[in-house]
């Protein structure tokens, strides 16, 4: 049974960082996802891996601010978030599939929906 578990969220001041965690479970991936939703807003892609070239995507909205990355531990994959705005605050979730997949689609509102496999979110919250 696949299993995708985030950590690492809260509250963080605007300018400050965080690191989110997805660990994986129950079977081998070709890459991982992030994602997040806005309260009233569409879900929207922030971030992929490849594992097998390490090739890695950025959504315009984070990009040179967010870095993703794979961990020691087999399916870890982390998110390092900088600079951070109020504009950042959402519930971020991983994802992954069995299927290797290219980042590039998964990542747009329609592609995302090929991805089977999703975690049940962290919340972010970025206030003063």
């Known amino acids: 049974q696949v299993q995708l578990a985030e950590s690492g969220g809260g509250l963080v001041q605007p300018g400050g960082s965080l690191r989110l965690s997805c660990a994986a479970s129950?079977?081998?991936?070709?890459?991982m996802a992030w994602f997040r939703q806005a309260p009233g807003k569409a879900r929207e892609g922030v971030s992929c891996?490849?594992?097998?070239?390490?090739?890695?995507f950025y959504g315009a909205s984070v990009k040179g601010r967010f870095t993703i990355s794979r961990g020691d531990a087999e399916n870890t994959v982390y998110l390092d978030m900088n600079s951070l705005k109020a504009e950042d605050t959402a519930v971020y979730y991983c994802?992954?599939?069995?299927?290797?997949?290219?980042?590039?689609?998964?990542?747009?509102?329609?592609?995302?929906?090929?991805?089977?496999?999703w975690g049940k979110g962290v919340l972010v919250t970025v206030s003063s």
């Open positions: 129950g079977s081998t991936f070709s890459g």
């Open positions: 994802a992954t599939d069995r299927v290797p997949f290219p980042c590039q689609v998964v990542m747009t509102s329609r592609g995302q929906s090929g991805l089977d496999y």
């Open positions: 891996i490849h594992f097998s070239d390490g090739n890695t």
